[in-house]
């Protein structure tokens, strides 16, 4: 499976942003996916995470109310909407999708992973 996530570029504090991750090469379905964020001198964190089917999601209590992910499989494609953005937010974002034989968010370990899209939020 390879992945293409798209959509970041520099903000202001306030704005919303909407990222876009593209699934090819897989049954799409078969799939959990989960957005990551790397931050420059941090660790990576998942923020949000959808199950096979979308039917079940996390969102990291960072983010809580601020950020929610969907997907169409129709599509082979995963959503992140981003509103309400901090500087705190800054960082380069990724997708990355791992196989499930159950409808599970958390279980599945992320095999595949996009190559990134930077996302800035400016004070």
């Known amino acids: 499976v390879q992945l293409q996530a798209s959509g970041g570029g520099l903000v202001q504090t306030g704005s919303s942003l909407k990222l876009s991750c593209v699934a090819s090469?897989?049954?799409?379905?078969?799939?959990?996916v989960g957005w990551f964020r790397q931050a420059p001198g941090k660790e990576r964190e998942l923020v949000t995470a959808i199950s096979k089917s979308g039917g079940g999601t996390y969102v990291a209590g960072s983010v809580g109310g601020r950020f929610t992910i969907s997907r169409d499989n129709a599509k082979n494609t995963v959503f992140l909407h981003m509103d309400s953005l901090k500087p705190e937010d800054t960082a380069v974002y990724y997708c990355?999708?791992?196989?499930?034989?159950?409808?599970?968010?958390?279980?599945?370990?992320?095999?595949?992973w996009g190559q990134g899209t930077q996302v800035t939020v400016s004070s």
């Open positions: 090469g897989g049954t799409f379905g078969s799939y959990a």
């Open positions: 990355a999708a791992g196989y499930s034989d159950v409808d599970a968010v958390l279980g599945p370990s992320y095999t595949y």
